[in-house]
């Protein structure tokens, strides 16, 4: 079983949509997460950080974490063409490296 | 343009050979890392160096191996290679190295013949 797991999609949704992307974790010990945007061909961007459990909000990106439930979430409000990408969700411990754990990613297709 | 920089962008070669991938970090980034991504694998963690000292290490073959050099660019060397060694290969950088933003290379695509 992997430590980070995430449905690969594909997701196919019309433009204006909300858009739910979801991980769950296996490891209690995850404190940090992220969410990474792939476009084809390039390499992963940064989208959302979040260290405690909750809400952030950027724009139309909400990342969601439930760390009782080893559970986190990206949702995309009125999602554009533009949003059609690989989302990848990551995570990290509470030491002094970097190193991240990346879920398989979830390829999302907005049509127009 | 996240400003790290990768050489070569493709890579054809065969079984059995050495291939070098050079990477080069932001300005101002001492951290460097080195992911593989492959279908069936996902994106993998496979090393991190800070300011030329390995700092973690992840699930990276003996065949492989990396460093980084004091002007902070790093190589990733891949040795004895297989078919399944085919993949994309980021390398990311960041300031501090320690749960800080990673910005991510565009990426080697390798391919083994």
């Known amino acids: 079983q992997k430590e980070v797991e995430q449905d690969p999609g594909p997701l196919s949704v019309p433009e204006g949509a909300i858009v739910s992307l979801n991980c769950t974790y296996s490891?209690?010990?995850?404190?940090?997460f992220m969410w990474y945007r792939q476009y084809s061909r390039k390499g992963p961007e940064l989208l959302m950080y979040?260290?405690?459990?909750g809400n952030k909000e950027d724009g139309r990106f909400t990342a969601q974490v439930d760390k009782s439930s080893k559970y986190i979430s990206l949702f995309i409000r009125d999602s554009q063409p533009s949003d059609s990408a690989t989302y990848l969700c990551?995570?990290?411990?509470?030491?002094?490296?970097?190193?991240?754990?990346f879920g398989q990613g979830t390829t999302l297709q907005v049509k127009p | 343009d996240s400003g790290v920089t990768q050489t070569p962008k493709h890579l054809i070669t065969a079984t059995g050979q050495r291939v070098t991938l050079r990477c080069s970090p932001r300005?101002?980034?001492?951290?460097v890392y080195w992911y593989q991504q492959s279908l069936d694998q996902g994106l993998q963690f496979l090393i991190q160096y800070y300011n030329g000292e390995e700092r973690a290490k992840g699930n990276i073959l003996e065949r492989f191996s990396a460093q980084q050099f004091p002007d902070l660019h790093s190589e990733l060397n891949l040795s004895s290679l297989e078919l399944g060694d085919s993949a994309l290969y980021f390398c990311?950088?960041?300031?501090?190295?320690?749960?800080?933003?990673?910005?991510f290379g565009p990426g080697t695509r390798l391919t083994v013949l």
């Open positions: 490891n209690s010990a995850f404190q940090y």
């Open positions: 990311a950088s960041s300031v501090l190295g320690i749960r800080d933003t990673q910005y």
């Open positions: 979040t260290y405690s459990s």
């Open positions: 300005s101002g980034d001492l951290s």
């Open positions: 990551a995570m990290t411990l509470l030491s002094n490296t970097g190193k991240l754990i």
